[in-house]
């Protein structure tokens, strides 16, 4: 399923500036499309000049379901800070960064 075929639980016209200028993530649909919080974030080295290198996820996904590519897609992290305005105090965290979110409480720095 494409991107733009899915139905996303946050309408586009709600997006609002909250996480501006940080480039491209990836992000599971268990966040776009089933409205979960993040509960995993990393960062990994970017591809290129648009890449921000965070990836999110709820953390619940198995690897099975992310095999699947049309589980996940590549969004501004903008859009992920809308879902879920958390992770906007970390997004300036360096490569090699994740956070988890344990029993539904705070994202926490766990490397």
């Known amino acids: 399923m494409t991107p733009s075929a899915k139905k ?3 309408d586009k016209e709600l997006i ?10 990836i992000a599971s649909d268990r966040i776009l499309v089933d409205g979960c919080r993040v509960g995993y974030m ?3 080295a970017p591809v290129d000049e ?3 290198g965070w990836c999110f996820l709820a953390g619940d996904e198995s690897d099975d379901y992310m095999a699947n ?5 590549v969004y ?5 800070a809308n879902y879920d ?3 906007v105090p970390y997004l300036d965290y360096e490569t090699g960064s994740a ?13």
């Open 69 to 73: 590519n049309a589980n996940h897609g």
């Open 76 to 80: 501004d992290v903008n859009t992920i």
């Open 50 to 52: 648009v890449d921000s």
């Open 99 to 111: 956070f988890e979110r344990r029993n539904g409480g705070p994202l926490q720095l766990i490397r």
């Open 85 to 87: 305005p958390d992770i």
């Open 16 to 25: 609002k500036p909250l996480a501006k200028g940080f480039g491209g993530c």
């Open 42 to 44: 990393y960062r990994q």
């Open 8 to 10: 996303f639980a946050l």
